[in-house]
Structures are given as C-alpha cells and as structure tokens.
C-alpha cells in the first residue's frame, strides 16, 4: 500500500460582476476592481469558504494563504445562474451552467462580463492553449464561437438581473493538464444532469501526466463539497449522475488512447471521403469492432458530437433529412437516450431529426408511392454525409413486411460514409442472421492502420457486394427489380475493456461460460470462480478522511434460488440508493426536496434467458419456477395463462419486462427512461432485447433449461428456447446442420450478453441441477456461493 497522498483544497462562491447592475457606481470596470471585490467577499464573509474549514485559530493564516492561491495558481470555475428557456424548447432547463479553467481569475471573469457579440471579439490566451489540439481551425473556430455564444448568455443573465453565482475551485496537485482535465469531467458531470443547460462544448482532454492519476479523486472531493453547500438542487450525489443512462453515452467522457486514437482517425478518414465523394460508388463503409465492454457506443457518442460540429450542424434544419449527421439504433431503449443526449447537446432541436430507427432513415429517403408504402429502389436527393450505425449487429438482414430486404444496404445507398459498430457475437436471432460469405468479407476488410498524424486517407480495400430485391404492386406492376452495388470496407479494432471493473481471471472466467473450442462446444470451466480484490492508491483528503483504501472488487455469486438471487440484486439495489440517499441527507437542511436535479437510481437488475413464454400482443408473461418434491426448481405448468403449482411449494414468479399483470399494476414514469435504470423495472425480469447495450452495478441472471451442463460442457437447446426468433426457421438458411448450430450460436450470444451487463458483480442461477451444481463447486473454493439472502453491506 503506498503512503496516503493528501488532498488540499480551496473553494469559495463568490458574487459574480455585473455591469448591468442599477447601481453601476458600485460595479467593477475592470479585473483590478473586481479582485478587489473577490478579496473584500472572501476577507468578509465566512459563508463563502466551501473549503478548507479550519479552526477559528487557523482562520487567518490559513484563507489569506488559500487567498493568494486562487488569483496565482491555476484554477477551475463554475458559474451558474437560473435559465430563460423558451416554451418550445423541449429541455426545460432550470439552470445554465459554465465551466472554466485559467490562471487568472479575476482577469477570466472579467473576460466573460465584458464580452459581447456586438463587439470585436478577441481569443484569450487561456482559449489558445485550451484549443491547441483540435483536429482542426474549423473546429477551433466553432468551439470558440460557443464560448462566444455562452458569454453572451452570461451577459443576457447580468441584464436580466438574474442572480449570477460563481465557484472557484483550487487544489494542490494543479497544473495545466490537470486543471483542463477536471474542466472537462465538471462539463460531463454538468451535461448528463436533467434541469441543467451546460453552455460549454467538449473540452479538451488530456493525455497522461504526472498528476493524471489524482483525477478522479480530486474531481470528487470538490464534487462531494459542492453538495454539501448546494442550496438550489444543482448538484447531485456523483453516485447519482453516474447511474444515469444520458451519462453513459455522453459524448465528453475521457478516451482510452485506443478509443483516442481511432475517433482522430475516423474524423480525419470521414473529412477525405467527404472531399472526394462524388457518386455513390465512392461511399465507404467503416467497421468499429471490439467485444462488449470495449467501449464502442462511447466512441460511436464522441464521434456524433465531433463530426457533427466539425460539418457546422444546423439544428434548425427545413427537414429532419437535412441534417449531414446522423445516428441510427434499432433498439427503442438505446435510440430515446441517444435521441435524449442530442437534444440535450444541442445537436437537434426536436426529438428524431439526426437520431432514429434504420426503417425511419430509409424511408425518409426514398420514394413514397402511398400511406407507408415506398419505392425502395429510389433514392431521394437528400443523402447523408455521415451515418453512425450503433449495434448494428441488430440490423434486420430477411426482408420485412415494409419491403427493406437488408437494412445496411439500404443505409449505404443513402449515405456518403457509413461508420458502424459491429459485433458478429452479438447477432442472436434469424432476422440479424448475416449470410457467411458477407460475415467473411466484412472479416477480410483491412484494419486501418491509426498513425500519430492526424490527416488520414483510406488505403487499400476490400469490396463487400450486396444485393437487394424489391418489388411493390404499386411499381411496375409488382415485378421483382434487382440492385447489385459493390462498397469498399475497412474495419477498426477496439480491445481494451472498460465495462467489466475485474481483474484479468475472472473476465476470463465468464468469458468462458460461451467461449467455444474448435469443435463449437462450450467446455465448462475448470477452475473455480477467482476472488477479485483490487487495492488502491490511498487517497486522504485535507480533513483526514481516507477515500477508497481498498475497492470491494467485481463479485461473482452462484446463488442458492431464483429467489435468493432476486432479493440479492434487490438488497443490492436498495445499499447503493441508501449511499446516494444519504449523501442527500449531508446536503443544507434548507434544500428543497423538489429541486433534486437527479433522481436516485440503483442499475442492479435480474435477466433470464428468453426460455419463458411472452405474448408481446397482450403484453402477458412472466417467468416462474417451482421447487419440485426432488429439491429441483422446474417451470411449472400453464393453464388459462396462469402458473400452476402446489400453492404450499417454494416458488417464484416475476413479470418479464414490459408485461402488464392484472395483479401487478405499475406505473411508467418517464417514457425516456431505459428499462435498466426505471423505477418500475426492479420487479420485473429483462431480456437480451432490452439489456443489450446496456450498463449495470449488479446483474443477477437466471440461466433457464435452454442451457444445461452434459459430460464435461455446456450444451444449448433450442428447443427449450420460447425466442420465435431463434425457434423459428429462415428460408435462405439452408440445411438441417447449419440451421441447428445457427440456432444454439443465437442462444450462446444471448447467455454471453446477459453476463456481460454487470459492471461490479454477477450472480447467477440455473435452472437445469446439473449446471447448478457445477456452478456451485465452482463458488464453494472462493466464498461464492450464497444460500441466503445479502447484499452489499
């Protein structure tokens, strides 16, 4: 353990300089006058020291010392000040918040007081440096004409005679690097909160440097006391914000250098394609591919916010197709938090103009022949440059009712460049079912290599052929047309894994609960569940208390029941919304409850495998087992679509997710919010349909009779499978032996995707004994196995 590294802190609010004030004698004019009024503020008023809170006897030395910090060391600032937002905006923001960092804060403030549109605007020192490394001046350019556009909102508040109020922030490991560093995680915080309008754009990142490790502690020791001085709700628990599905795909996260290096090279590559696109044989298709928990989707997010303000977005577009970047999920949870963080960033002024379904973007491009019916074979004039295809895994490739035959071809005839998210491991039923010499040639397609310069063009190719089929009685009389076009394929790797928090044996070890040998059979793992304990880097704040001296470690639980796993994750639920509950408690007693600006959540969910039956007509189902008279827990059976059991046996029963229970009514609160983070979701059970894509703290699975364990593997049945989409066959897969094993890989994805959702822990049931045994030995070694009900604490 190494020695603890102490934490120092300075943090004051500090009354904000109005020119526009009636009393315009007493405003300052320039930086001078308002150091004057800073110093005088801080000299006078106790109430505005956040921190340090010394003794009394301490009091003088120790503020006139932080006092000289804060006007020569670096620093980081927040203003903030009630917003004045229009009744057509849909964010019905409470609050505008900027965050900045300098050197000199009295002359900054000053900066942002004084500037104006009308006026000559100049770029500061402090706007250079923290603009440097843009990709290039166009970026440099708009990310400054924000700054420009957030001082005049400062300045609309200053006339309007709003309360505008400041924090700033000082600590001792601050350099340059560092004080851009916590700017930027301050936006991202800022940015991922409901009632808050964050008038930054994205920061700027640092690489590694000699104080980057102190980042995150450093980030929330002055985050835990702003909550403890905040008054108006601005500032909830980290805790809170971190569990919010709009923070997870925020687009300002900090990068792997990977992840770095590919979004520097994927805006280069799209800039060239761009430039020399003149017809659509020119459009080129780009794979980002890397297992779950690689990062993708923040990726995918970040290069959304960057390509869009590198291409000038407009978001007061005539039509929602004029937009030049778009975003496409099929997936109707992910598509409302992407389409949620677009308005949220500004990047679109009304829901679905650049974030939608595949089907919506097709059509809103091709030829209508009637009410919801189109001419898929014409193309309208209004092509996409960039289409970001998320899980695109989940793209339909057997033709539909509405006529698309393969989703990808008809995105790439109306795009100029199409970068996708793939993952051949997570293509789980027959409508993702992708043609092997397709999946070969997508596998064939060169990985690009990413240099350190920025300026890339694509070299080398291979070329992925595609064919559509389209015929609709209401075009040439019905008769079949056929459109063979040829794309040139390049593919990026990401392989660094962010999600899973464990150390290196036990990711290996639930990869191999679905990692097939090369005979395609799941051999059961032969050692024992390892224990994860991670220390860390002992951390102590200026008041003594130590931070994070040792992390619990990633769990990995078999338990006993559906029952004990259930109440487990709820218990676990139910010890992290305690920890933000009361961190809501520490905060000023005068706090109105009301004005919470996030609400509490817990993502600790349970998920089962799609082996119980849902009628998604009448939105019935549920998944139920029953302990049997041997001690084996089996799905009892149905009679007039209820359970039926010996009512005296051990059972359990939950509704799947999004059924509706005559006996167990719920209330939805928010049709914006992901399944995995809703109130009403933490009694039902999930499915891959709705986990996918998805972060967890804690996910419980219950592995039903599709999957069992038979001499020495892990076998999966189709047959036991209620996924119409696995059980049921497709035309243009051919032969008894590839249909089969296609069938058992869709239900092996599925398991490994619903082991894959936790972030600090697994737990785990399964129903079939022989799997539940082995599970147990496996557990027994390492204090695994859990035959009661516990949680966290």
């Not at 009630?82 to 609050?95: H, I, L, M």
């Not at 030049?324 to 679109?348: E, F, I, P, S, T």
């Not at 009679?639 to 059972?651: I, K, L, Q, V």
């Not at 593997?713 to 036991?720: E, L, T």
Request: hydrophobic share 35%; aromatic share 8%; proline share 4%.
């Amino acid at each position: 353990m190494m020695a603890a590294e102490k934490l120092k802190f300075c943090i004051v609010r500090v009354p904000y300089p109005n020119p526009y004030s009636p009393d315009k004698d007493g405003a300052p004019s320039n930086s001078e006058e308002y150091r004057e009024v800073f110093e005088y503020e801080i000299d006078h008023d106790r109430d505005a020291w956040i921190a340090p809170k010394t003794k009394l006897e301490e009091v003088t030395a120790e503020l006139t010392q932080a006092k000289r910090r804060l006007f020569t060391w670096p620093t980081v600032y927040i203003v903030w000040f009630k917003s004045k937002a229009s009744d057509d905006d849909q964010r019905r923001d409470k609050w505008c918040v900027y965050v900045g960092e300098t050197q000199h804060i009295h002359e900054r403030t000053m900066q942002h007081v004084q500037a104006s549109s009308k006026d000559n605007w100049t770029i500061t020192d402090d706007e250079v440096l923290s603009n440097v490394e843009s990709v290039t001046q166009k970026i440099v350019k708009s990310r400054l004409a924000e700054e420009q556009q957030a001082d005049d909102c400062i300045n609309e508040a200053l006339r309007d005679q709003r309360k505008v109020n400041q924090y700033v922030i000082w600590e001792s490991h601050f350099n340059k690097s560092l004080t851009l560093d916590v700017e930027n995680k301050l936006i991202d915080y800022m940015k991922s909160i409901d009632d808050i309008h964050c008038l930054n754009g994205r920061g700027n990142p640092q690489d590694q440097y000699f104080t980057s490790a102190y980042l995150d502690d450093i980030v929330s020791g002055a985050w835990k006391r702003l909550v403890s001085a905040d008054k108006e709700g601005i500032f909830p628990p980290e805790e809170q914000i971190w569990q919010s599905s709009l923070y997870k795909v925020s687009p300002f996260h900090k990068l792997g250098k990977e992840q770095n290096r590919a979004l520097q090279g994927i805006v280069s590559i799209s800039e060239d394609v761009l430039e020399k696109w003149t017809e659509p044989k020119d459009t080129q298709l780009i794979l980002v591919g890397g297992a779950a928990g690689t990062g993708k989707s923040i990726l995918l997010s970040t290069l959304f916010y960057e390509l869009s303000l590198k291409l000038g977005h407009q978001p007061d577009y005539e039509t929602d197709s004029s937009a030049r970047v778009h975003l496409l999920v099929n997936n109707d949870d992910q598509m409302r938090v992407y389409d949620d963080m677009a308005l949220k960033q500004g990047l679109q002024k009304k829901s679905g103009q650049c974030v939608s379904r595949p089907t919506a973007f097709i059509n809103e491009r091709s030829r209508s022949v009637g009410k919801s019916s189109f001419d898929y074979t014409q193309v309208t004039s209004d092509i996409a440059d960039v289409v970001l295809v998320d899980e695109a895994h989940l793209l339909f490739t057997q033709k539909s009712q509405n006529g698309i035959e393969s989703h990808l071809h008809e995105i790439l005839r109306r795009a100029k460049i199409v970068i996708a998210v793939f993952d051949p491991e997570q293509i789980m039923q027959r409508k993702q079912w992708w043609h092997q010499d397709v999946l070969r040639e997508l596998a064939e397609a060169p990985i690009i290599d990413l240099p350190s310069d920025e300026r890339m063009s694509l070299t080398g190719a291979s070329y992925l052929e595609l064919t559509g089929h389209y015929s609709n009685a209401r075009v040439n009389n019905g008769e079949v047309q056929v459109i063979t076009d040829r794309y040139s394929v390049h593919q990026i790797e990401l392989t660094e894994q962010f999600r899973i928090q464990a150390n290196a044996e036990t990711i290996k070890w639930i990869d191999s609960l679905v990692q097939p040998d090369e005979s395609g059979e799941v051999p059961f793992p032969c050692v024992s569940i390892p224990a994860d304990y991670s220390p860390a880097i002992q951390v102590e704040d200026e008041d003594a208390r130590i931070q994070d001296e040792v992390k619990l470690g990633y769990r990995i639980r078999v338990c006993s029941s559906p029952n004990v796993l259930f109440d487990s994750i709820r218990l676990c639920g139910d010890d992290l919304l305690a920890a933000q509950n009361q961190m809501l408690k520490s905060t000023p007693k005068n706090k109105k409850k009301s004005k919470v600006a996030v609400r509490p959540r817990d993502l600790c969910r349970v998920v089962a495998t799609f082996d119980w039956p849902y009628d998604p007509k009448n939105k019935k189902g549920s998944v139920a087992l029953v302990k049997d008279v041997s001690g084996n827990w089996v799905i009892p059976e149905k009679e007039n679509e209820h359970s039926t059991y010996d009512r005296g046996a051990e059972f359990f029963e939950r509704p799947w997710n999004r059924a509706v229970n005559d006996d167990a009514p719920k209330v939805r609160h928010s049709t914006k919010e992901a399944w995995s983070s809703a109130d009403f979701s933490r009694d039902e059970i999930g499915s891959y349909f709705t986990i996918q894509g998805f972060d967890l703290n804690y996910v419980g699975v219950i592995i039903g009779p599709s999957v069992r364990y038979e001499n020495g593997h892990i076998i999966f049945d189709p047959g036991k499978s209620c996924d119409r989409g696995v059980s049921s066959d497709r035309i243009d897969l051919k032969g008894d032996e590839k249909l089969a094993a296609f069938k058992k890989a869709c239900l092996r994805r599925q398991l490994g995707v619903l082991l894959k959702r936790g972030v600090h822990g697994l737990y785990l049931f399964a129903v079939d004994s022989a799997l539940q045994n082995k599970l147990r030995e496996a557990a027994l070694e390492n204090n695994c196995y859990l035959d009661k009900v516990r949680g966290l604490m």
